[in-house]
C-alpha cells in the first residue's frame, strides 16, 4: 500500500510523538518546509511537555490518527526522535491508517512507527530526517525529495560519490526492506509490534551506544531466532558508538563480525542513513536486492503512487 507522492505545495502535517522539541526549533523547521515550497499544518499537542515525553501517550497518538484522517494533509513527518513512541502503540487505531494511506516520515524512536504501521497495514513508511533535521544538508535534501516526489517502479540507493559502500559475503539477497534504530528494533521482540524479519532484509543503526550494548541488542536478536530468519543486512551509521580506549571492550568491528558476519549473508555496510550526515531517505516495507558481488541496493517497486 503506498501513500501519494509529495508535490510542491502539499501541506506536510508534522508532529511530535516522542520527546518534545524546543519552541524554535520547532518554528525553525516549519520556516525551512515553508521555504522548500510546501504548507505545514502541525499536530494540536506538537507543543506539549510532559518530562521527556512530548505530552500523554493518548494525545500523542491522537495527534497521529488526526493527521491521518485530516484530508488536508498530504504527508506526515515526525519533528524528532528520543523516546516515547512504543508508549503510544496501544492507542492507534491501524484501520484508520490502512483506509488513509499516506507518507509517514522519520528515524531513530520512530522506527516503531515505520515497522509496526507497514506490518499490521501493509503501508510503505520511509526511514528519513525529521523537521528537526539538517534539510539543508544537499544530499539529504535530494534523497528526501527524490524518494518522495518521484514515482519510479525501481531505483538504486547510493551513497554520495566520495562515500562507499563495504560489502560482506558473497551473492545476492531479496525481501522487504525492514528495521530502522536497533535499540527499538531489539525492545519490541516479543510484543504485537515487533518487526518482521523472515525473509526480509533488515536495516539497522544507532547512536551513543557503546560496543557492548551493541552486542547486546544482536545478541538478543540471534538467541530470539530473529537474525537467522533474514534474507539479508544493510548496516547504517553507527554514531558515537566507539570508545576511546579498547583495554576492556570489544570493538564495533568485532561485533558486527561475530553478530552478523558469521550468519553468512550477504550484508552491506556503510550506508549513510542514521544519526548523521547524509541520511537517505528508506522505504521500510518495499521490495529490496541486495547485490554484494556488484556492491548494489536496488528497490524492486514503486514507493509512492
Keep these: 500500500m503506498l501513500g501519494k507522492k509529495l508535490n510542491y505545495g502539499d501541506t506536510i502535517g508534522v508532529i511530535s510523538p516522542s520527546s518534545p522539541e524546543k519552541p524554535e526549533s520547532i518554528q525553525k523547521g516549519l520556516d525551512f518546509i515553508t521555504k522548500l515550497g510546501f504548507k505545514t499544518k ?15 501517550d493518548t494525545d500523542r497518538a491522537q495527534d497521529i490518527m488526526d493527521m491521518f484522517l485530516d484530508k488536508d494533509v498530504d504527508i506526515i513527518l515526525c519533528m ?4 516515547g513512541s512504543m508508549r503510544t502503540l496501544p492507542y492507534l487505531d491501524f484501520n484508520v491508517i490502512k ?28 526511514h528519513g530526517p525529521m523537521a528537526s533535521s539538517n534539510l539543508g ?6 534523497s528526501f525529495l527524490d524518494t518522495l516526489t518521484k514515482v519510479n517502479n525501481g531505483y538504486s540507493i547510493k551513497n554520495p560519490p566520495e562515500i562507499n559502500l563495504k560489502c560482506h ?8 526492506l525492514v528495521g530502522g534504530n536497533l535499540s527499538l528494533i531489539s ?30 541488542m544482536l545478541t538478543h536478536l540471534l538467541l530470539a531466532g530473529k537474525l537467522q530468519q533474514c534474507s539479508g543486512f544493510i548496516l547504517g551509521q553507527f554514531t558515537r558508538c566507539s570508545l576511546p580506549h579498547y583495554e576492556r571492550s570489544l570493538t564495533l568491528e568485532q561485533v558486527i563480525e561475530d553478530r552478523i558476519l558469521n550468519l553468512n549473508k550477504p550484508t552491506i555496510t556503510n550506508l549513510m542513513s542514521g544519526h548523521d550526515y547524509p541520511k537517505l531517505t528508506l522505504p521500510i516495507g518495499a521490495k529490496t536486492k541486495i547485490d554484494c558481488d556488484n556492491t548494489a541496493i536496488d528497490i524492486l517497486e514503486a514507493v509512492v503512487k
Excluded at 502541525?42 to 505530552?55: C, S, T
Excluded at 559475503?169 to 522487504?176: M, P, V
Excluded at 521482540?189 to 547486546?216: C, M, Q, S, W
Design 80 to 83: 524528532r526522535g528520543g523516546y
Design 187 to 216: 525492545n519490541t521482540i516479543g510484543t504485537p509490534y515487533e518487526v518482521d524479519f523472515k525473509d526480509n532484509i533488515l536495516f539497522i543503526e544507532d547512536v551513543h551506544e557503546e560496543p557492548y550494548a551493541i552486542d547486546r
Design 169 to 176: 559475503n558473497n551473492g545476492t539477497a531479496t525481501g522487504k
Design 42 to 56: 502541525v499536530g494540536k499537542h506538537i507543543n506539549d511537555k510532559y518530562g521527556y515525553l512530548a505530552g500523554s
Design 99 to 126: 483506509n488513509n494511506p499516506k507518507i509517514f516520515v522519520g528515524f531513530s524512536d520512530i522506527t516503531a512507527y515505520l515497522n509496526s504501521f507497514h506490518s499490521k497495514t501493509g503501508l510503505i513508511t520511509f
Design 137 to 142: 544538508d544537499e544530499y539529504t535534501l535530494k
